[in-house]
């Protein structure tokens, strides 16, 4: 899906959506994503690049080309494909992004992914009981942060809709709001990390 959505695929796709700044994109993103490929049965991963995260400062984000060639390069798989969807559609909110989506790819069932770093923010997200409402989310394990995974505001507003991790390869096939915390194998790998590893080089 380099540069957009594809243009022909196969109807009733399990097709898991991460979305981000990915400034720079890594090998965390890309092992997260493998992780939903395989305990959530999808047959893709489409990374949603932001031309510009609400919740972040431009100070220090990379162009949006630069990020959006980062995420091509760091791949590394035909299931993982990389999407300037957003930046054609205008939007940099997950919501609405997720509305379009459904809209073009009605047979498809789609997957909020979403890595547990969030989980202190999400609450701050535009709209977001409506992101829950629209499709089901994973929560991907990221330590120490899934300790917040039953006391942040979206885990107490959707408690009884909360799904065992046993049940996680019939999350794409759930009616919203359905949503799970995903554990596996962590990946130390943060783009905050990355970034200052680089201006550490640099001086």
């Given at each position: 899906m380099s540069g957009g959505a594809p243009r022909v695929r196969p109807p009733g796709r399990k097709?898991?959506?991460l979305g981000g700044?990915?400034?720079?994109?890594?090998?965390?993103h890309r092992h997260i994503s493998l992780l939903a490929l395989k305990r959530l049965d999808l047959h893709e991963v489409w990374w949603l690049v932001s031309p510009q995260n609400p919740l972040k400062p431009r100070a220090g984000m990379a162009t949006f080309d630069a990020r959006l060639a980062s995420a091509k390069a760091a791949v590394g798989d035909r299931r993982l494909r990389v999407s300037d969807i957003e930046r054609r559609l205008g939007s940099c909110y997950s919501v609405d992004t997720v509305a379009r989506l459904k809209r073009c790819f009605p047979r498809h069932r789609l997957v909020w992914i979403v890595g547990a770093d969030n989980l202190p923010t999400l609450a701050e997200w535009r709209r977001w009981p409506a992101l829950f409402r629209a499709l089901p989310v994973a929560v991907i394990d990221r330590w120490p942060y899934s300790r917040y995974a039953s006391v942040v505001k979206p885990a107490k507003r959707f408690a009884r809709q909360r799904m065992a991790e046993r049940r996680a390869t019939g999350l794409a096939r759930s009616e919203p709001p359905?949503?799970?915390v995903i554990h596996g194998p962590l990946h130390p790998a943060s783009a905050t990390a990355l970034r200052a590893a680089s201006g550490a080089a640099g001086r």
């Open positions: 097709v898991g959506l700044s990915f400034n720079p994109a890594h090998e965390g359905a949503w799970m």
